[in-house]
């Protein structure tokens, strides 16, 4: 398999690091964090400006029909740099869904909205009482003269109070775990009977509680075949951990960068505390770690094209899971050699570390999928 870049996925990968050292400094990111919205409308526009919107979206739509691994390198610098931008909850979560169920004339109104950086989505799927179960679904679609009345509530949507448009699951037929019976509704934002409680994650990343009571939305909102979301769901689920796995990789390499540069500028007993070969020891060990971590992220992206569904979901919680201890171990590491400064709010790395640790419970725990694995091999 040839892993070469090529010239196009280059140019992008410089473009982006370019954009992102010079708007994106650790300051920066902080006084966005401070800000009522908690990112750049500015920058998002630029990322608009630059194709960045709408990267995997056709050129049909305005976009740029880029692949997976496009989207894998510009998370992986969104990574580096810590983005607070909703690009995971608008383009590879909500544009995911568009692309996969959308009909023709929902694509055509919403895919070119988003490339253009005018619309913002969110995906509404989780819900309190499922944890990571994708078909544990308690909101419901009642038909209602020629639309349908949704009724129930959605945790965690990321980027939920601040969307234009949600794509949310109820159930039209069913018990509540059964996997027939889903189906897909693009809901606007400001629909009567819709309420939003947008509150900040550990890493300062936005997340909303949803609560919809007697929404109703016209038949044309359904997106897909009706009772039949669930694979678009999974597809949903599926591209979401592919990106933050990249974003993961991201964040190791800064958080290695920033740990070398520590361990050969931090002097104690006149020497820098990166002669101790023990403390050079686990440098490696965070190397090593972060390179395990890399390659299961490029199998995450890879098993996206996958068509055997049971295959493609075997794959990703692999990756997940790689993914996922790598994240822990090379953060831990990282926040230990860079001892107590480490920890505080005015140094970069436990930034990251916090970043990686809500990444891991985003879309299923590391527990959780290593549980998808063990029952298909028991």
């Not at 692309?99 to 919403?110: D, S, Y």
């Not at 159930?171 to 509704?185: C, K, M, Y």
């Not at 689920?237 to 931090?266: F, N, P």
Request: include cysteine; charge should be negative.
């Amino acid at each position: 398999m040839d892993f070469d870049l090529t010239d196009d996925q280059r140019l992008l990968t410089e473009s982006v690091t370019r954009l992102l050292s010079d708007s994106y400094s650790f300051e920066q990111r902080r006084a966005l964090l401070k800000t009522e919205q908690g990112w750049s409308q500015p920058l998002w526009d630029k990322y608009a400006e630059l194709g960045l919107l709408g990267l995997p979206i056709a050129e049909e739509y305005g976009g740029f029909s880029g692949g997976a691994v496009d989207v894998m390198l510009l998370m992986q610098s969104f990574g580096r740099h810590l983005v607070l931008e909703p690009y995971l909850a608008t383009v590879v979560l909500g544009g995911t869904a568009l692309r996969l169920a959308g009909n023709e004339a929902q694509k055509g109104e919403v895919l070119p909205e988003i490339a253009a950086g005018t619309l913002r989505l969110a995906f509404a799927h989780y819900e309190r009482q499922a944890r990571y179960d994708i078909t544990d679904i308690l909101t419901t679609a009642k038909p209602a003269g020629d639309g349908f009345v949704l009724e129930g509530a959605k945790s965690v949507v990321l980027h939920g109070a601040t969307a234009d448009r949600l794509v949310v699951s109820a159930r039209t037929a069913g018990g509540r775990d059964e996997a027939e019976g889903i189906s897909l509704f693009l809901v606007d934002a400001d629909a009567p009977g819709l309420a939003r409680r947008g509150y900040r994650l550990r890493d300062g990343t936005e997340a909303a509680e949803l609560s919809l009571s007697d929404v109703r939305v016209p038949r044309d909102a359904l997106l897909g075949i009706k009772d039949d979301g669930l694979s678009v769901v999974q597809r949903v689920v599926e591209a979401g951990i592919a990106a933050t796995a990249a974003e993961v990789i991201g964040c190791m390499e800064a958080m290695q960068a920033m740990t070398l540069d520590y361990l050969k500028t931090r002097v104690q007993f006149g020497r820098p505390i990166g002669e101790n070969q023990a403390l050079q020891h686990r440098a490696a060990e965070m190397l090593v770690a972060m390179e395990q971590g890399r390659s299961m992220a490029m199998l995450a992206t890879m098993s996206l094209e996958e068509e055997d569904a049971a295959e493609r979901a075997r794959a990703i919680s692999m990756a997940k899971v790689g993914v996922g201890q790598a994240g822990r171990f090379v953060s831990q590491q990282a926040i230990q050699l860079h001892g107590g400064i480490g920890m505080t709010e005015e140094y970069a790395v436990g930034h990251f570390f916090r970043r990686v640790m809500v990444i891991e419970h985003l879309f299923g725990d590391t527990a959780a999928h290593l549980d998808r694995l063990a029952d298909q091999v028991a």
